[in-house]
């Protein structure tokens, strides 16, 4: 190597002021010195392409998104000020920009060569070698490698089906692929590469730096390497998707938790699996499809974007396998214990070496965060496979023959905790030897010998009606034990999730359990008989180095024979419950599952708030650290989508809050998709009549064509979605290589607009997607400044410190959109105001009136005096418009164009975006109530996401 010249200083002084220039700062021209040296030696950043500087300030400043400090070719040399694609590459890195953005100005000697998406290069050098570059990563979902001989480009190959490792760089031979891909005969840092003429199908494409034709490569994971390019040793593959790391043992339940994320996650999402007791796991004895993604012995694990460690965190003195987890951006831990408090070293494990807890039920949130964990807590419950259960054959019929056995069932670990002897205790004491009741306990669980002592127990009773079994069954053996039980009983002291009882509501039958713990969730459903379970005791675990942990609860004999005996004697009434059981276990299956499961690891939608919630459509967080870990891997996907969408959502004729509601509701199913680069509402009224050939409306009455995109007179810039104002605007921007999204959304949301919203409001799941709609609201959309003030004032003025009643009285012609075109009387909405002012108990409330009809504010002040309230500057029916409606027939009524919209819209020069405002003051104003009496409507769809902790009342 050159002795350090006076080039060196030049190299340095140039390379400086580029940063400078730049920064707009001084850079210390030390910390180059590294990049100084190598230029001056002969690296050329003109023919060859220097990635990163040494500067410790740059490298820190781009690091999640490169940690490479440099590839250096073998060529010309040259400087920095003679580059023109080193210093756009530089201005781009160092200006934020997106490192896709960046690659395209890495391309050796091929301008036509562009590479998208978070790519990974790696580098190995030989000092007597040229240089060579290894990329790997997907093509078509399958596992792919590149490798491309920088002396000569053209001789460049897809290796499909395996990665080049550094085996590929050390003497080796690729042995031509049963596809007939190629043979590499590789030496050290170059390739002789021969391809077979048969090898050019439509899977791959080979760098061809001669054609005209744009190859592009998409590769879709961070740049990862060496600092010391003295010292490179190895390169970095692409971190895979997820890594689950634990047992993969069938017959125990810690071993089915890895057995749940991988069938959850499996046909979604590239997995890695890497097994911490393989000693012990049974996986490999099946065709489990598992089997071609687990880590294999003496291979290097994968780093991750996400890995979810399923193994117990720590059993005991020298238990170190949550170490095993791979490098990842996000790491979860999955944690289930069975007592009041978890131990002290596992809370330790989590906030030192991990990012978030997940717990299979909701009591364990409480355990983690009294224990002192300090990381957020999810509840994920464990997947099941309930198929075989669903569909087993009826275990009893209700008419049996009372002449055959009466099975009670147990299939509980063979150990203190689960109170089996008490459970014997309870059933001999109620039933003493009776012939035509059976209790059958089974496990292939058997700590301390438990098993043998409660079979000598069972010998001193002199019993025959009490069974006990140990050992593995087949899958067919468990099932026709499992049906052969007319009711589940488990009594254990403790459960972090407590799989059995779950398999048996799946399948019907009557369960009895102790109510403590994970079991809490279960009985208070009302789909268990709950034994009370609150005598406490030391939690002794001789596995972890025979501590006492926390609690555990039992149960008094008295009540378990009263639950054995209730069963027994009321089976006809406990049967008939069967398919309610059924309905509320499906819950726990795979199959409904597996959204909650792909939204932990790879979620749609992220949100910054106040709780820790995974859904099926987003994920939640008050941990502002792991919301940015989630939210740059989002991004680094998003960044590997090679032709993103832009999406327009044209208004319509309808209500206000019909067209709102409408792009709301587009919003929220597709503003998070990694290929939609924009989503943006076309609110222009001439564009509206343009695209759905109209000048006349029936009800968009909202603005004028001069007024341009209502959106931006109501509302700010969508916040997020990174568009200046003028696009709102821009004729050709919303107009040329768009999609249209011009339908209502009834794919996604049936039930959303008109008639069918009734059913909306009555589901089950109501209020959790009242909170997912309200997150994207608040997350995208604010209200001009001019509305907020206006809502504000109203709010301090007439409702503050009072408890608020809204009312969202409609119009009578509103009635078509009604179930049954039946649309509540005014009276009915004061009973329901006037009940629920009784429930108060006191008298600081205040009624806050929304409606169309002048009438109706003449009929609320009647009522409620000076506790009403409404704006007056809005526009309603008369009394005299009143008058006209009540002479109509009913048909005549039910018909279009009674409503205030209706009347408005008919005459154009009528329309103003004072009518917009209006509606939105009003739907935000009842949304600011504590209580809302409401019926079908759009206004009423709107409040409830607006405000999701807001009581509705449903007048009918």
């Not at 440099?70 to 160092?94: D, H, Q, V, Y």
């Not at 042995?175 to 791959?204: A, R, V």
């Not at 190859?215 to 692409?238: A, L, Q, T």
């Not at 005459?907 to 949304?927: C, H, N, Q, Y």
Request: proline share 3%; net charge neutral; glycine share 6%.
């Amino acid at each position: 190597m050159r002795k350090e010249t006076a080039s060196v200083a030049n190299f340095e002084k140039e390379v400086s002021d580029a940063y400078t220039n730049i920064l707009g700062r001084h850079v210390d021209p030390t910390g180059l010195r590294d990049y100084s040296v190598a230029m001056a030696n002969g690296l050329s950043s003109e023919n060859l392409i220097l990635l990163l500087a040494s500067s410790e300030e740059f490298f820190l400043k781009r690091r999640k998104h490169c940690e490479v400090v440099a590839i250096l070719l073998n060529g010309s040399r040259g400087t920095i000020t003679k580059s023109p694609r080193w210093n756009k590459f530089l201005e781009n890195m160092l200006s934020g920009a997106d490192i896709s953005e960046c690659l395209n100005y890495l391309a050796h000697k091929a301008d036509n060569i562009r590479v998208r998406g978070n790519s990974g290069f790696s580098i190995l050098r030989s000092p007597e070698q040229s240089f060579a570059i290894s990329l790997s990563g997907y093509y078509q979902g399958k596992l792919s490698g590149w490798a491309i001989n920088l002396d000569n480009p053209m001789k460049t190959v897809h290796v499909r089906g395996s990665v080049c490792k550094r085996s590929a760089f050390t003497n080796t031979e690729h042995k031509k692929h049963s596809n007939g891909i190629m043979q590499i005969d590789s030496n050290f840092g170059e390739f002789n590469l021969s391809i077979s003429s048969n090898s050019l199908d439509g899977d791959f494409f080979p760098f061809d730096v001669s054609s005209e034709k744009e190859n592009v490569m998409n590769i879709r994971f961070p740049i990862s390497g060496i600092r010391d390019i003295n010292k490179i040793k190895d390169y970095v593959e692409k971190p895979v998707p997820v890594s689950i790391v634990g047992k993969l043992t069938m017959s125990n339940g810690i071993g089915m938790h890895s057995f749940a994320f991988y069938r959850c996650l499996k046909d979604r999402i590239e997995l890695q699996v890497i097994d911490t007791r393989k000693n012990e796991s049974d996986v490999y004895q099946t065709d489990d499809s598992m089997l071609a993604d687990i880590v294999q012995d003496g291979a290097e694990p994968r780093p991750s974007d996400v890995s979810v460690f399923t193994d117990v965190l720590w059993n005991g003195k020298g238990d170190t396998n949550f170490k095993r987890v791979p490098p990842s951006t996000v790491r979860y831990a999955y944690v289930v214990f069975d007592s009041s408090y978890i131990p002290v070293k596992w809370v330790n494990i989590l906030n030192e070496n991990f990012d978030a807890a997940l717990v299979p039920s909701e009591n364990l949130v409480e355990v983690l965060q009294n224990s002192g964990v300090a990381v957020p807590v999810f509840t994920l419950p464990l997947a099941l496979d309930l198929r075989e259960f669903q569909h087993l054959r009826r275990f009893r019929t209700a008419n049996r023959a009372r002449s055959g056995q009466f099975l009670f069932g147990c299939i509980a670990g063979y150990g203190q905790r689960k109170n089996i002897k008490l459970l014997i205790d309870a059933f001999h004491s109620e039933f003493k030897t009776a012939e035509d009741v059976q209790l059958i306990i089974h496990s292939n669980v058997n700590f301390n010998n438990h098993y043998e002592e409660l079979s000598k127990y069972i010998s001193t009773l002199g019993v025959e009606n009490i069974i006990l079994s140990c050992g593995n069954l087949s899958d067919f053996e468990f099932l026709r034990l499992f049906a052969s039980f007319d009711c589940f009983v488990q009594i254990s002291k403790g459960e972090g999730y407590s799989i059995p009882p779950r398999q048996a509501l799946a399948a019907g039958m009557p369960v009895i359990l102790s109510n403590n713990s994970a079991h809490k969730a279960i009985c208070e459903s009302g789909m268990a008989i709950s034994i009370p379970s609150d005598i406490p005791e030391p939690a002794l675990y001789e596995s972890i180095d025979g501590q006492n942990i926390g609690l555990q609860y039992d149960c008094n004999i008295l009540d378990v024979q009263k639950a054995l005996s209730d069963v027994y004697t009321n089976f006809q009434k406990y049967y008939l419950k069967s398919t309610e059981r059924k309905k509320w276990a499906s819950q726990f299956s795979i199959e409904n599952l597996k959204e909650n499961y792909s939204t932990a690891v790879q979620p749609k939608d992220v949100f910054f708030g106040k709780r820790n919630s995974i859904e099926k459509n987003y994920l939640e967080t008050n941990s502002l650290s792991l919301y940015r870990k989630f939210s740059d891997l989002k991004k680094m996907r998003r960044s590997s989508v090679q032709d993103r969408q832009r999406i327009v959502v044209p208004g319509h004729d309808g209500g206000f809050l019909s067209v709102f509601n409408t792009f709301i509701s587009h919003l929220v199913w597709n503003i998070g998709r990694d290929e939609v680069e924009y989503l943006i509402p076309d609110w222009r009224i001439d564009r509206i009549q343009e695209y759905r050939k109209s000048s006349k409306f029936q009800s968009f009455c909202y603005g004028r064509p001069e007024d341009g995109n209502l959106w931006l007179k109501l509302f700010n810039p969508l916040h997020e979605i990174d568009l200046p104002e003028e696009a709102y605007n821009d004729r050709d921007f919303l107009e040329n290589d768009v999609i249209y999204y011009d339908d209502y959304n009834e794919k996604n949301e049936p039930l959303l607009t008109y008639v069918h919203a009734y059913k909306l409001y009555k589901k089950d799941d109501f209020k959790k997607w009242r909170k997912w709609y309200n997150n994207f609201l608040r997350k995208h959309v604010s209200l001009r400044e001019n509305l907020r003030t206006e809502i504000e004032f109203f709010r301090r003025t007439k409702m503050n410190g009072k408890y608020c009643i809204g009312a969202h009285v409609r119009h009578p012609s509103h009635g078509i959109e009604q179930p049954g075109a039946r649309m509540p009387t005014v009276d009915l909405y004061i009973h329901h105001i006037l009940m629920k002012i009784s429930k108060l108990g006191h008298e600081n409330y205040v009624v806050f009136l929304a409606t169309d009809q002048e009438s109706i504010t003449h009929r609320f002040k009647e009522i409620f005096g000076d506790r009403v309230c409404f704006r007056n500057d809005v526009k309603r029916t008369t009394l005299k418009d009143d008058e006209r409606f009540n002479k109509l027939s009913l048909t005549e009524q039910m018909a279009e164009g009674h409503q205030i919209q209706h009347l408005t819209a008919a005459d154009s020069k009528s329309w103003s975006i004072r009518m917009a405002e209006e509606v939105i003051i009003d739907t935000f104003l009842l949304a600011s109530c504590d209580t809302v009496i409401h019926t079908t409507s759009n206004i009423a769809t709107a409040v409830s996401y607006i405000n999701p902790e807001l009581e509705m009342i449903y007048c009918e």
